[in-house]
């Protein structure tokens, strides 16, 4: 004889809700959480995201990339915690060679250090989607953390993610967030804003 079992909310023995892991229905490679949003301050899941309003434009020394910047708390069980930035890259003059390095509460994962350039070329249009991908790998039998390989020993409470970047020289000009050429119209008024996103994954 079959039975139904119907149930509007189960909670662990101190009165939370259960979460994927504390039910034991994980395995290696499960997704615990997925978060994303658009970079314009709205708040997904408990994650509040950056707000972004204009495009950005890129000096000779490093400076936080705009919308890069968010802190995250992994649920219990993660082994590796990825961030993707997706954001619109712009060249200016001389294919707009820059270059891009990622934080981790304030420490450089050096393994992820980029460089972005097009074609040479004193007028250069290159316009495209940037989507940097950054897995971090969480693994207690480490003897300590390895942040500039994007190891960690353990990730307790909240950390921050973040970019930087700068252009190679001033003749080799580059912009974040920033469109042009946009639906048949000359490059002259035309610059317009693109609003980059972020998703953060969760893996058992």
């Not at 009165?15 to 708040?43: K, M, N, W, Y």
């Not at 890129?58 to 992994?74: K, M, N, Q, V």
């Not at 304030?106 to 290159?126: H, K, L, P, W």
Request: hydrophobic share 35%; glycine share 6%.
């Amino acid at each position: 004889m079959s039975s139904i079992l119907k149930v509007d909310n189960l909670q662990t023995g101190a009165g939370a809700t259960h979460s994927i892991s504390s039910l034991g229905i994980t395995s290696p490679g499960t997704v615990l959480q997925e978060i994303c949003g658009i970079c314009d301050g709205r708040t997904v899941s408990g994650v509040t995201f950056p707000n972004v309003t204009a495009y950005q434009s890129l000096t000779t020394s490093y400076a936080d990339l705009t919308g890069s910047e968010i802190t995250y708390t992994p649920p219990t069980g993660t082994t590796t915690v990825v961030f993707k930035f997706s954001w619109h890259w712009s060249s200016d003059n001389y294919s707009g060679i820059s270059h891009y390095k990622a934080f981790l509460d304030g420490t450089e994962m050096t393994i992820y250090r980029t460089t972005v350039a097009s074609q040479y070329a004193t007028q250069d249009y290159a316009k495209f989607r940037q989507n940097f991908i950054f897995p971090i790998l969480i693994d207690s039998s480490l003897a300590s953390d390895d942040v500039a390989n994007s190891k960690l020993k353990t990730w307790s409470g909240a950390k921050t993610f973040k970019m930087q970047a700068r252009e190679y020289s001033s003749s080799y000009q580059a912009y974040a967030h920033e469109n042009r050429w946009w639906d048949g119209t000359s490059a002259t008024g035309s610059n317009t804003f693109v609003c980059p996103t972020m998703t953060i994954k969760a893996i058992a």
